[in-house]
Structure formats: structure tokens, C-alpha cells
């Protein structure tokens, strides 16, 4: 085991919500959902075949790759996850 906190995905059909996270509908409400990048905070998040993510989907990747966070502005929540 290479951490105690690690997550796996794959580039294939990824999204920019299925690796950072993405806003879904509790009720009436918004809540945010956590995607494969904000899951392995503290750890190791692995992802095969990089090249196959969309180009508009690799600026998420690479916001959480060299700033260590991720922006959210989605369904009326706007901020920056560290």
C-alpha cells in the first residue's frame, strides 16, 4: 500500500466533476459531492490514461496539481476547496 488515503480512476470517460466534485440536489437544496481528487486529500489519487481526458476537463486536473486546490462554481455555490 503505497498510502494510507488513495483513490484510482481512469481518464476514460471522466469528467471534470467526476474528478474534482460535483453538485447534486438534496431536497430543495445543493450539496456538493466529492470526486476522486478532493477524495484523496492527504493521499494518493492515481489516474490511468491521463491523455484520454478531455482538454476542457485537464485545467481541473492541473488547478488541483499545482495550486493544491480546487475551484467550485456550481448551482449557486461558488468557492475554492483546500
Known sequence: ELSSRC??????????????????RDGADWVLEAGALVLADGG??????????????RGAVHEAMEQQTVSVAKANIVGRLR
Open 7 to 24: 483513490v484510482q480512476t481512469t481518464g476514460l470517460g471522466c469528467s471534470a466533476a467526476g474528478l474534482t466534485c460535483a453538485a447534486v
Open 44 to 57: 494518493v489519487c492515481t489516474v490511468d490514461e491521463f491523455s484520454c481526458i478531455k482538454p476542457q476537463d
